[in-house]
């Protein structure tokens, strides 16, 4: 009975931001838990060999180049999709930060990518599979937080970053709480650092690293398939009842 609950056959799941690090991570445990995977990420040769690998592995998917910020396109997708069955399933992962830069050295540019990528595409993303879902009357979406929106990290200065992830928590619960009546579920994780090329750059600072490893309890970073399996059950049956629900997957990073 319970483990049927995690199972996705039948259901088709899309990943932006899908062709690396978490967000393909967490296509393979859709994939792996039976859903049909659509890999969309805005570079071609990650959308590529994202597929190549899931295929690897036995899994059914299939790519699409997709840019968040274009909101046109994230309705062209959402359509062409919904005409071939529908969307059951949404992860929203694509995200970037460049940190390290003072509040007050940020420029407009630097602020406005932060948002357009991390805020603004994931709710286009929201907006255009949700009102399918809603339509259909069922569905899961599942968005990639941060735990920087709960905490300020240090030592790197990344306000713009802190602020988006912040709103997508908000937002997150904003939406579960217009759409819980009408069958569509809304969640988020909030990971740690994972060990990824977005956190490369701490990584390789001694410094840095030393202190993310000093101010987390359990002394390391967290790995892809780690936040993956929280995704894979906020996406299937076996959350039900969740809905607003913001997962810390932060190794206890927000106990101290």
């Given at each position: 009975?319970?483990?049927?609950?995690?199972?996705?056959?039948?259901?088709?799941?899309?990943?932006?931001?899908?062709?690396?690090?978490?967000?393909?991570?967490?296509?393979?445990?859709?994939?792996?838990?039976?859903?049909?995977?659509?890999?969309?990420?805005?570079?071609?040769?990650?959308?590529?060999?994202?597929?190549?690998?899931?295929?690897?592995?036995?899994?059914?998917?299939?790519?699409?180049?997709?840019?968040?910020?274009?909101?046109?396109?994230?309705?062209?997708?959402?359509?062409?999709?919904?005409?071939?069955?529908?969307?059951?399933?949404?992860?929203?992962?694509?995200?970037?930060?460049?940190?390290?830069?003072?509040?007050?050295?940020?420029?407009?540019e630097?602020?406005?990518?932060?948002?357009?990528?991390?805020?603004?595409?994931?709710?286009?993303?929201?907006?255009?599979?949700?009102?399918?879902?809603?339509?259909?009357?069922?569905?899961?979406?599942?968005?990639?937080?941060?735990?920087?929106?709960?905490?300020?990290?240090?030592?790197?200065?990344?306000?713009?970053y802190?602020?988006?992830?912040?709103?997508?928590?908000?937002l997150?619960?904003?939406?579960?709480?217009?759409?819980?009546?009408?069958?569509?579920?809304?969640?988020?994780?909030?990971?740690?650092?994972?060990?990824?090329?977005?956190?490369?750059?701490?990584?390789?600072?001694?410094?840095?690293?030393?202190?993310?490893?000093?101010?987390?309890?359990?002394?390391?970073?967290?790995?892809p398939?780690?936040i993956?399996?929280?995704?894979?059950?906020?996406?299937?049956d076996?959350?039900?009842?969740?809905?607003?629900?913001?997962?810390?997957?932060?190794?206890?990073?927000?106990?101290?």
């Open positions: 009975m319970y483990l049927e609950k995690l199972s996705l056959k039948g259901r088709t799941a899309v990943v932006t931001g899908g062709g690396q690090g978490i967000g393909l991570a967490c296509a393979q445990a859709l994939g792996e838990a039976g859903a049909r995977v659509v890999v969309a990420d805005m570079l071609p040769d990650r959308v590529e060999s994202a597929v190549e690998h899931l295929k690897g592995h036995r899994i059914d998917a299939v790519g699409e180049p997709l840019d968040v910020t274009d909101s046109q396109a994230v309705a062209a997708l959402a359509e062409e999709l919904d005409g071939a069955g529908g969307v059951q399933v949404l992860v929203n992962n694509a995200g970037v930060a460049r940190s390290d830069v003072r509040a007050e050295d940020t420029s407009d630097h602020w406005r990518f932060h948002m357009a990528v991390n805020l603004d595409g994931l709710f286009w993303c929201c907006r255009e599979f949700g009102r399918r879902m809603l339509a259909r009357g069922r569905g899961s979406i599942v968005n990639i937080g941060s735990m920087s929106g709960f905490i300020v990290n240090k030592p790197q200065p990344q306000a713009f802190n602020a988006s992830k912040a709103g997508v928590h908000h997150t619960k904003s939406l579960a709480a217009e759409w819980g009546a009408r069958g569509v579920r809304v969640n988020a994780v909030a990971p740690t650092y994972i060990e990824t090329p977005l956190t490369k750059f701490g990584m390789e600072d001694k410094a840095m690293a030393a202190t993310w490893l000093e101010m987390t309890p359990m002394g390391r970073v967290g790995q398939e780690e993956a399996s929280v995704v894979l059950f906020l996406a299937s076996a959350a039900s009842l969740l809905t607003g629900s913001i997962v810390l997957a932060d190794g206890g990073y927000t106990c101290w």
